[in-house]
DNA sequence: GCCATTATACCGACCGGTTGGTATGTATCA
DNA sequence: TGATACATACCAACCGGTCGGTATAATGGC
């Protein structure tokens, strides 16, 4: 038979974002289309109103949701490290070991970031849909010089070095590849960039003789 | 008098890149009309399709330009810290740091990077203009990594590093420091996260002791 | 030097198609 | 039976692009 056409607002909900979504990382929001989301979406132009009161308040839900997953995945990433290390140093290094697991394990090529695709439009938005970009930004400078700190505290760096900046380089590395692996399609880009923070943070704070990583003693 | 209606159609010509590059950088290519590109440029529709054949041509053309002279820019940089070295470990630490005083001597916002802001509307362009991001990308991946097998000839480095990945650091670094100066708005942070890739560097290629150069075995 | 001819550079009204958004109608649920 | 969740037809505004026209510069014959 066919599809019962059951009601399932939510989902339908979910539909149009993720439709949204897909079509923004390729076209950008402004080139995405109503019409070309619901299509998408399998849905239509009422159901899109009838759940977002404006193309821009799609813009907003989608990145409110786009930015909750983020903090939720940095969050259960060092929940994680922090249960398979006490030391802070190694759970950064741990952190940044599970993301390049991830990156490993994508099959398709490397969507892009939300948050990327909308400063490049930036004047199309709102403050109140800009911030929500800043906010994730500063959460993740706040998050990891936090855990920085802790680390120097342990491991005192090779080199002085402003913790905020080096806390900044998790978000800005990674911005960085994604723009690069959308660029040449290297699905290994990701995580051989990731790499190399690796080996910095390592080289920053590990024994002087820049040994592999040891368990703390 | 009034400007006497001099003819500079080159003038003109550029003008218009002027302006359209500006206008995408803020709102993105879809969202860039001609009829604002022209209003900011001080021309007319019909001067803009006597140069561009279509929108589409005025963005290749566009980011032809854009690559043409970051090209040029880098391998100015490289040049001169040619003249200043002869160790190619420190001709990329100087180039690094040719980047930050410029990033430090900045008076606006970074406005941003083409390549960054056409990437995440890729779908828009044809495939001759995305060669141009391609090639621009692969120019840097190329010439940093033949700089680095020198250095590396030179300064043994203190850990099996993967080359061409590291030669794309310094890409990607950029990039997505540009992002976060974008979404940010401050001006120190590009400066900063270029600092961290020359800590990097010379922590990678650097004596392990970090007090004497030590010679390759 | 002078004029006729041609090519270039530019102007701006206009066109068909697409856009975000609305109005109205209908089916499904509580 | 009222409210929610859609579906569809429609609209005004805006979009890239065209086209007839004009003003200026370059060219060539004499």
Not at 69 to 77: F, I, S, T, Y
Not at 176 to 191: C, E, I, P
């Amino acid at each position: 038979m066919e599809s019962p056409r059951v009601r399932d607002p939510e989902r339908t909900r979910e539909r149009i974002l993720d439709a949204a979504q897909a079509l923004i990382l390729d076209h950008g929001f402004s080139a995405t289309s109503v019409d070309a989301i619901v299509g998408r979406a399998g849905a239509t132009k009422g159901a899109f109103f009838h759940h977002f009161g404006s193309k821009a308040d799609l813009a907003k839900a989608l990145v409110e949701r786009y930015a909750a997953l983020d903090r939720a995945h940095l969050e259960q990433g060092l929940a994680r490290a922090g249960k398979l290390s006490s030391d802070p140093l190694q759970q950064l290094l741990l952190l940044i070991a599970f993301y390049e697991e991830e990156f490993e394990a994508m099959q398709e090529p490397f969507p892009g970031c939300l948050f990327a695709s909308y400063i490049y439009e930036a004047k199309l938005f709102d403050d109140a849909t800009l911030a929500v970009l800043r906010e994730s930004t500063l959460l993740w400078r706040r998050v990891l010089r936090a855990k920085l700190e802790e680390a120097a505290a342990v491991h005192p760096p090779r080199r002085e070095v402003d913790m905020e900046s080096l806390a900044d380089l998790f978000y800005s590395l990674s911005e960085g590849a994604f723009v690069m692996t959308k660029t040449l399609g290297d699905k290994t880009l990701l995580a051989r960039q990731a790499r190399h923070l690796r080996n910095y943070l390592e080289l920053l704070f590990g024994p002087a003789d820049g040994a592999a990583t040891r368990p703390p003693s």
